[in-house]
């Protein structure tokens, strides 16, 4: 058995492990300063000033809010199931985390450079729907049932257009593998040939990560809390930043789909010189900007306008795209070889 | 390194699998169903089936349970009667067990044997220069086409009857229309009238 675990593998694993970290801490920092940039943001839209007591321009107050989360005591509903109730909120971070073991934030910086990128990502982003049922599930309660039922068929839902969204951009590069969609937009980003398409996607990507306007699973007004509701301290925590690790991740995807990634805006010698990731992350921060905005302009959808809006303009519209876009490559001639 | 993946895996779905009929509340077996997708999905991967790996995780973790955790979850079970009655049911599992181990070892059989004749091709070809996805699709869609959009067919065919048979006309239900609410104006919903005072109803 010892001689399977040999120097070179051990090797292997020292060096996906400095990876994980080096990846994921800043990833977490990023969380908890976009929890910041979220109240600026609101705060800006709304006329008022936002956070800026705790430290220079309120830069800490995330910081703080961390510590204050951390010592609040955990509460258990006596009629909660435990372990389920526990796993819950670990699930939905884990999974927002795993999303970026795929993600490339600059050429061939990426944990793990596989064939399927794409089809991982919307496996993992499919996936985290658990958390959310488990939770409701777990808490015994209606309100927190009654949000995980919703925001279940929700995030199905909305999964179908993403899904075809996808494969419109699939069938221009030829590849599933996320460096070859950002190699295939060297000459144009997609945004531009498929702009319906991004708009779609967007849309999608708010009704995914259960942000506003499309935060039903978490109406105050009709659910309490929703699937959160008898969650506290750490495990509320847990879910919080999942759910803008999530957000922080469909924004990578969308770079990665429609914008791009780490590629240059134009390519020109003096543009090419920023690092890779210095685009990847601006253009990020670009899309979560626009989730934040949304979100601070729009008021909350109806549950049955959100599922109309999902399943007879998305769906049917994505689907025709799919067709159109096909066929024009057919016809053109312009179909992707053997990338 | 990969072996050991490999016992880790093979061990994990085994004992998952079993707990998914042992369990004693039923949503517990659904998740140790997930789990045990999620190792064949780790199996596959080791197999280099990167493409069927991520299909399962989609298509079965990330729909079909997904369901099942539904229906089972707003089912109002007792879960003490379902206990009951197993060795009632014991004669008929134990030949649906015998049937379904007979076609699995059957069909590993037939891998070793005839593979060429099975499946026309060879799909055993893993090759680094041409994923796995290309070659699948270059199989599914000329050799097998007319399986493939059959296979298609029968769940369309399952998706209307299930519409079919969910679907019933009430009287009395209040629709809106969409388009026709975004489109209305302000002249048409809206009279502005100067009442004088006193005089208002």
Same mark, same amino acid.
């Given at each position: 058995m010892l001689d399977i675990i040999n120097y070179d593998a051990f090797l292997f694993l020292i060096t996906i492990f400095a990876k994980i970290l080096v990846l994921v801490i800043p990833l977490l920092i990023i969380v908890a300063f976009l929890t910041y940039a979220e109240r600026k943001v609101i705060a800006a839209v709304q006329l008022r000033k936002g956070p800026n007591v705790v430290g220079p321009?309120?830069?800490?107050?995330?910081?703080?809010?961390?510590?204050?989360?951390?010592?609040k005591e955990s509460i258990f509903p006596t009629v909660a199931n435990k372990f389920i109730f526990i796993l819950a909120p670990m699930v939905a971070f884990g999974l927002s985390i795993a999303a970026w073991a795929v993600i490339p934030v600059a050429d061939g910086w990426v944990i793990s450079n596989i064939n399927v990128g794409i089809l991982y990502l919307f496996a993992i982003s499919s996936l985290s729907v658990y958390g959310i049922i488990m939770a409701g599930w777990a808490s015994?309660?209606?309100?927190?049932?009654?949000?995980a039922l919703r925001s279940a068929a929700q995030m199905v839902s909305y999964e179908v257009s993403i899904g075809l969204v996808i494969v419109t951009v699939l069938v221009c590069v030829g590849s599933l593998n996320l460096g070859k969609i950002v190699y295939a937009q060297q000459n144009t980003w997609f945004i531009f040939p498929l702009f319906p398409m991004f708009i779609v996607f967007f849309i999608s990507a708010l009704a995914e990560t259960n942000r506003a306007p499309f935060d039903l699973p978490e109406d105050e007004s009709s659910l309490v809390g929703g699937y959160f509701t008898e969650y506290s301290s750490m495990l509320f925590a847990m879910f919080f930043l999942g759910e803008y690790a999530a957000m922080i991740m469909m924004s990578g995807m969308t770079t990665i789909l429609f914008l791009g990634g780490w590629l240059a805006p134009f390519d020109i010698a003096l543009?090419?010189?920023?690092?890779?990731?210095?685009?990847?992350?601006?253009?990020?921060?670009?899309i979560l900007f626009l989730f934040l905005w949304? *979100?601070?302009?729009?008021? *909350?959808? *109806?549950?049955?306008?959100?599922? *109309?809006?999902?399943?007879?303009?998305?769906?049917?519209?994505?689907l025709l795209w799919v067709v159109l876009?096909?066929?024009?490559?057919?016809v053109f001639d312009l179909l992707p070889g053997n990338v | 390194m990969v072996s050991i993946f490999f016992y880790l895996f093979a061990f994990i779905l085994i004992f998952s699998s079993v707990f998914v009929i042992t369990a004693k509340n039923p949503v517990h077996s659904v998740f140790f169903l997930i789990l045990s997708f999620f190792n064949a999905t780790g199996l596959f991967v080791l197999m280099?089936?990167?493409?069927?790996?991520?299909?399962?995780?989609?298509?079965?973790v990330g729909a079909v349970a997904v369901l099942f955790l539904f229906v089972i979850m707003m089912l109002n079970i007792d879960f003490k009667s379902l206990r009951t009655g197993i060795m009632k049911n014991a004669r008929l599992g134990l030949i649906i067990g015998v049937v379904l181990l007979a076609e699995i070892i059957?069909?590993?059989?037939?891998?070793?044997?005839?593979?060429?004749?099975?499946?026309?091709t060879n799909l055993s070809v893993v090759s680094n220069e041409i994923e796995n996805t290309r070659l699948l699709g270059n199989v599914l869609y000329t050799d097998y086409i007319y399986l493939f959009? /059959?296979?298609?067919?029968?769940?369309?065919?399952?998706?209307?009857?299930?519409?079919?048979?969910?679907?019933?006309?009430?009287?009395?239900?209040?629709?809106?229309?969409?388009?026709?609410?975004?489109?209305?104006?302000?002249?048409? /919903?809206?009279?502005?009238?100067?009442?004088e005072i006193g005089k208002g109803a």
């Amino acid at each position: 058995m010892l001689d399977i675990i040999n120097y070179d593998a051990f090797l292997f694993l020292i060096t996906i492990f400095a990876k994980i970290l080096v990846l994921v801490i800043p990833l977490l920092i990023i969380v908890a300063f976009l929890t910041y940039a979220e109240r600026k943001v609101i705060a800006a839209v709304q006329l008022r000033k936002g956070p800026n007591v705790v430290g220079p321009f309120g830069l800490l107050q995330p910081l703080a809010d961390g510590l204050k989360l951390f010592s609040k005591e955990s509460i258990f509903p006596t009629v909660a199931n435990k372990f389920i109730f526990i796993l819950a909120p670990m699930v939905a971070f884990g999974l927002s985390i795993a999303a970026w073991a795929v993600i490339p934030v600059a050429d061939g910086w990426v944990i793990s450079n596989i064939n399927v990128g794409i089809l991982y990502l919307f496996a993992i982003s499919s996936l985290s729907v658990y958390g959310i049922i488990m939770a409701g599930w777990a808490s015994n309660s209606k309100y927190a049932f009654m949000g995980a039922l919703r925001s279940a068929a929700q995030m199905v839902s909305y999964e179908v257009s993403i899904g075809l969204v996808i494969v419109t951009v699939l069938v221009c590069v030829g590849s599933l593998n996320l460096g070859k969609i950002v190699y295939a937009q060297q000459n144009t980003w997609f945004i531009f040939p498929l702009f319906p398409m991004f708009i779609v996607f967007f849309i999608s990507a708010l009704a995914e990560t259960n942000r506003a306007p499309f935060d039903l699973p978490e109406d105050e007004s009709s659910l309490v809390g929703g699937y959160f509701t008898e969650y506290s301290s750490m495990l509320f925590a847990m879910f919080f930043l999942g759910e803008y690790a999530a957000m922080i991740m469909m924004s990578g995807m969308t770079t990665i789909l429609f914008l791009g990634g780490w590629l240059a805006p134009f390519d020109i010698a003096l543009l090419n010189k920023v690092p890779g990731i210095i685009w990847f992350a601006g253009k990020t921060s670009l899309i979560l900007f626009l989730f934040l905005w949304v *979100r601070a302009t729009f008021p *909350r959808f *109806r549950y049955d306008q959100l599922m *109309r809006i999902g399943w007879k303009v998305f769906l049917p519209l994505s689907l025709l795209w799919v067709v159109l876009t096909s066929g024009f490559l057919i016809v053109f001639d312009l179909l992707p070889g053997n990338v | 390194m990969v072996s050991i993946f490999f016992y880790l895996f093979a061990f994990i779905l085994i004992f998952s699998s079993v707990f998914v009929i042992t369990a004693k509340n039923p949503v517990h077996s659904v998740f140790f169903l997930i789990l045990s997708f999620f190792n064949a999905t780790g199996l596959f991967v080791l197999m280099g089936a990167e493409f069927l790996a991520m299909l399962l995780l989609i298509v079965y973790v990330g729909a079909v349970a997904v369901l099942f955790l539904f229906v089972i979850m707003m089912l109002n079970i007792d879960f003490k009667s379902l206990r009951t009655g197993i060795m009632k049911n014991a004669r008929l599992g134990l030949i649906i067990g015998v049937v379904l181990l007979a076609e699995i070892i059957f069909s590993i059989m037939g891998m070793h044997y005839g593979k060429d004749k099975i499946l026309g091709t060879n799909l055993s070809v893993v090759s680094n220069e041409i994923e796995n996805t290309r070659l699948l699709g270059n199989v599914l869609y000329t050799d097998y086409i007319y399986l493939f959009q /059959t296979a298609g067919l029968i769940l369309l065919v399952a998706m209307v009857g299930a519409i079919v048979l969910t679907h019933r006309k009430r009287d009395n239900v209040r629709k809106q229309d969409a388009t026709k609410q975004v489109l209305r104006n302000k002249s048409e /919903t809206l009279n502005i009238n100067d009442i004088e005072i006193g005089k208002g109803a």
